[in-house]
């Protein structure tokens, strides 16, 4: 239902024009944007990328101190990266949707409010203060669970002992815990929306037949809200892929190659370049750092696309 | 050996009302248990990660100088010195980046909903606001330090942070706008021009102004989201512990900017500095959405 059009009228008004113009051009803009950040990247890695002397994709080499001599891949940015944020999701979702049901389906209604005001409250936290309390806080208290898990399921690889000692907190493990801290409000979020727009009629016709409320939930609101969670579980995604002050403060401190363990440290796409600040003096440099970044451009771009289209998928046609 | 009749009987009186089996009890009681407990383990980090800022934070935060005195001429090992070198820079850097993305945002808002509405084009733009939101802070970073810095020349500077942190606002001030014009009821658009008036004054002067409180709560709020990023200003401007106003040359400190920095100081005097900065920035955080939330309830929009 699109506002009534006055262009048809006789009278020709300069206004109409010159105010359409500027918002159609604001449109075309935010377009442009997103063009222009893959381009600009694009221009400026691929003079570094000519000049890398190993495999981009599959190297483990990051030498990009000397600018005649670079050899850079970013095979082990891709481990961190996306092993802490598996572990994240492994902790975040199953919460995340635990909560909006909660908040959907069982909060009492005066509190359901107040309650997701709450949750949302942890996306205000700025990430710098997660990094720094993921690593001095949560770190040592997370110690004797890193440990456990260890030494009784070192068997299993991605338990076995990674590149930082076991029992210094400073591990993917902290920091997949702290970065499911950051994406719960964005799962939480989106879930509480689709869960909370489950047909009244489906709710009631289980009740009806004599469902508990644990079965309403299992047999109507759930499936309902299924794509939606995922989807939002996917923004999730994209958010911890591209998380970085706190990922750099909680993994920097080692600089070896990773195990494959979850008791790794190093730097994922994002804090390589953060970190790599002081390395920016020249453009080959930077090139090399950029390469990484468009890396990281074009996987949330990829996830935080196919999130939404899921998210859009999601309870049409049912209602 | 049962008999025909007490069969039949059975079968003649069903109770009216089955028990539900212990099983399917416990499952349920089961299940509301634990989505309790999930909400109440989200709210276990929040109120751990205010507890640890307030113990460690306070101390700073209400001493003497902090809100007056900027860190300049401070030793490693010094306590004293104050805030508000970093706080001019956030607030500095929050005011460029308000002052370009608000504009932008609400006409690209006011072109989804009362131009583009349903063309194949405004569903391009839209799709490209979504995926401007989940953009990487880092990435924003990267692409003005290759477009404003490598390509256009320019230095590291304050101004460079506040063009990244526009790139991360925009997309909130476009959605909020978005909402807040699909509220806005029609009738009101169609008395106006049943007026006479032009589509674009209807639009300046009834539709954005009916609109106007919702879309300045929601630029409030993520002003507050986009002075904590930490990402950009990495990569974007030096750290200065004295006071600056040059938005557009030299070093520049900002709250978070100084919460990572004091942290490689690893000293006692240092973990004084960063903690109180850190409690500073959701001091900040926290007025900044209490305006928002007082804005929305004093302009409340009203529909009916």
Known sequence: ???????????????????????????????????????????????????????????????????????????????????????????????????????????????????AYIVDLLAAVPSVIYGLWGYLVLGPVLKPVAVWLNQNLGWIPIFADGNAPTNSGANVFTAGIVLAVMILPTITGVSREVFSRTPTIHIEGALALGATQWEVVRTTVFPFGRNGFIGGSMLGLGRALGETVALTIILSMSTAPPNYSIFDAGATFASKIALGSGEFNNNLQVGAYISAGLVLFIITFAVNAIARWIENTSGKGKA | MR??????????????????????????????TLFAAAFVVAVIPLLWVLWTLLERGLRPVLSANWWTHSFRGLLPNDFGGGIYHALMGTLLQGLVCVVISVPLGIMVGIYLIEYGRESRFARIATFMVDILSGLPSIVAGLFIYALWITTLGFTRSGFAVALALVLLMLPVVVRVTETMLLIVPDELREASYALGVPKWKTILRIVLPTALSGILTGVMLGLARVLGETAPLLILVGYSNAISFNLFDGEMASLPLVIYMERSTATVAGDYRMWGAALTLVLVIMLINLVASLLSKLFAIKTK
């Not at chain 1, 604001?26 to 063009?35: E, K, Q, Y």
């Not at chain 1, 990266?81 to 909006?100: D, E, F, N, Q």
């Open chain 2, 3 to 32: 008999t025909d009749t007490a069969d039949v009987e059975q079968l003649a009186t069903p109770p009216a009302f089955q028990r539900i089996g212990f099983a399917r009890k416990f499952k349920n009681n089961l299940a509301t």
């Open chain 1, 1 to 115: 239902m699109s506002a009534p059009d006055t262009s048809a009228g006789k009278t020709f008004r300069i206004g109409d024009r010159v105010f359409s113009s500027v918002a159609t051009a604001s449109g075309a803009f935010v377009v442009a944007l997103i063009a222009a950040i893959g381009i600009f990247l694009l221009i400026r890695a691929v003079p570094a990328l000519q000049v890398n002397q190993v495999n981009f994709l599959f190297s483990r080499a990051w030498n990009t101190a000397n600018p005649s001599d670079l050899s850079f891949g970013i095979i082990d940015l891709a481990w961190i990266t996306v092993a802490s944020s598996i572990v994240a999701l492994v902790i975040a979702m199953p919460i995340s949707c635990g909560i909006a049901l909660f908040l959907t389906q069982y909060a009492p209604r005066g509190l359901a409010r107040p309650f």
